[in-house]
């Protein structure tokens, strides 16, 4: 049997009818995309919850701010590996519905070449040798990429003390500038101020002028006195 007939009467097989349908692998990629997708909103909700956390410790409860600190960069190394994945399943998908075209492609050109043979008696078979070759190169790539992929990665919580450490001062230092912030200092009053009431005259100040008054009375009565007596003595004599 030649290459051409094995090529054509391949799909007759039990291995090629139990492996899935193009369609059928495409879906399943999709579904594999949609779920890592909200994996992706997850991780991004929990880094914003975690964040806030730590901003709502501070330095009141530093080993519960740096726990969440902890959290969130593992929760951020996980976010990174989902978008690796994502485009490692993009790629996967583009590459499967390129061979799907190519499959019909193929298909199409097997029909042709069946028109063709024909007309034609004798068949060049280098060429489609030549593209059996570019198709199992093209497998071999997808399964390498597979491979890769099924590796499992590792989930290390080798975390820097100080670059924590130095984020959460970070995170202190935001919230005292906040609070420094809202302090509102008192107006200054812009009237000026009452003019000082004139001074009364004091009670004692009075009181000295009118024992002034009483004693002169006296002495003018003393001398009219003295004078009285005068004009008597000279009387008598």
């Known amino acids: 049997m030649s290459k051409l007939g094995k090529f054509f009467k391949g799909g007759s097989s039990s291995k090629s009818r139990a492996a899935p349908s193009p369609q059928e692998a495409l879906a399943r990629l999709r579904e594999t995309e949609e779920m890592l997708s909200k994996k992706q909103e997850y991780l991004e909700n929990r880094i914003q919850r975690e964040l806030a956390l730590a901003k709502k410790h501070g330095t009141q409860n530093k080993r519960a701010a740096l726990q969440a600190l902890k959290r969130k ?76 992929f099924s590796q499992r990665a590792g989930f290390g919580d080798d975390f820097d003390e100080d670059e924590l450490m130095a984020e959460l001062e970070e995170l202190e230092q935001e919230e005292l500038n906040k609070k420094m912030t809202n302090i509102r200092l008192p107006n200054v009053p812009s009237s000026s101020l009452p003019a000082q009431p004139a001074r009364m005259p004091s009670r004692t100040s009075g009181m000295s002028s009118a024992a002034h008054r009483s004693r002169a009375a006296s002495s003018r009565r003393a001398e009219e006195e003295d004078d009285d007596i005068k004009q008597l003595a000279a009387w008598a004599t």
């Open 73 to 148: 960069k593992r929760f951020e190394k996980q976010l990174t590996q989902i978008d690796g994945t994502l485009s490692t399943i993009e790629f996967q998908r583009e590459a499967l519905e390129n061979s799907h075209t190519n499959t019909e492609v193929l298909r199409n050109m097997g029909f042709a070449a069946k028109a063709m043979k024909a007309v034609h008696e004798n068949m060049d078979l280098n060429k489609i040798d030549d593209l059996m070759q570019e198709i199992t190169e093209q497998q071999d790539i997808a399964q390498e990429i597979s491979e890769a």
